[in-house]
């Protein structure tokens, strides 16, 4: 039988995406709440004017949502095509709302054409793999690193990249503070019981040395335990010699 590890590593599958989204079609669907959720937190944001950028949009009604509260020029990219057809179909009559079938690995767009790049659950979808949040695997790494990389170069310089999950702090900040990719780190926390997290990533901004230290973390190897040595086990141990003063 499946267990819950298998059945949640499908979500790292395009062809799992593409094979809902041809079932539900465009029907609103949302991970981790809807706007009004986080409408404060991130408006706070968010310029009048802002060209806003939206990773692996699912059928989430995000995009309109914000179209709805002024915001008119807003991409969303996802790489499943059915979902992207009928999310152009549905909202048709916004003409600032624009679709394309792209991979967030390899954005096509100009070096700093966006102002803000907002995902929600499409980096938590590419994690799903992981076992342990203490020691993130190789490939989950560079899968993040692909995308991360990609973001920095679509965003104007102190643009804002903006992720919504619900990955605690000190498992996801490791990822978002790499001094590489030229932006601060901070976050706030909503929804009441289960709690969510906005990140906000400003680019020009410098991390701080307790981000820069977290971010330093993602790359050392997990320690193994250090054998001990019982030296009064060994009669012929002199373990005073062995004291280096
Ligand atoms: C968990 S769903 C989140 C959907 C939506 N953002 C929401 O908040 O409801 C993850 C979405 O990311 C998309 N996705 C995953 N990996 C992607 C990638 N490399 N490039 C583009 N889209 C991707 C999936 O097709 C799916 O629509």
């Known amino acids: 039988m499946e267990g819950p590890r298998e059945s949640n590593a499908r979500y790292r599958e395009r062809s799992y995406w593409e094979s809902r989204y041809r079932q539900e079609g465009a029907a609103p669907a949302e ?3 809807g706007l009004e959720a986080f409408r404060a937190p991130l408006q706070a944001e968010l310029e009048p004017e802002a060209r806003v950028l939206v990773l692996g949009c699912g059928n989430s009604a995000l995009s309109y949502d914000l179209f709805r509260l002024g915001y008119t020029d807003i991409t969303s990219i996802d790489y499943s095509a059915a979902c992207i057809t009928s999310m152009q179909e549905r909202y048709a009559h916004c003409p ?5 079938i792209m991979d967030a690995r390899a ?7 966006f102002d803000v790049v907002l995902e929600k659950g499409t980096l938590d979808s ?28 679509v ?10 999950t619900f990955a605690q702090p000190h498992f ?3 990822h978002y503070a790499q001094p590489v990719y030229g932006w601060s780190v901070r976050h706030v ?5 289960f709690h969510y997290f906005l990140y906000v990533m400003r680019k020009g901004e410098e991390l701080s040395p307790s ?5 330093r973390s993602l790359y050392l190897r997990p320690s193994s335990p250090t054998p001990v040595r019982y030296l009064q086990d060994s009669d012929s141990e002199n373990y005073l010699c062995t004291i280096e003063l």
Request: charged share 25%.
């Open 96 to 100: 600032g709302l624009h679709w394309a």
């Open 172 to 174: 996801r900040k490791r």
């Open 155 to 164: 965003l104007r310089p102190e643009g804002k990249f903006i992720s919504i």
């Open 31 to 33: 991970w981790f709440g």
């Open 189 to 193: 926390t909503y929804g009441s019981g």
């Open 107 to 113: 954005l096509t767009f100009l070096d700093g054409s």
């Open 126 to 153: 590419m994690m799903v793999g992981e076992t342990d949040p203490w020691h993130v695997s190789r490939e989950a790494r560079v899968l993040l690193d692909q995308v991360l990389t990609e973001v920095s170069r």
């Open 211 to 215: 981000d820069l230290a977290l971010g």
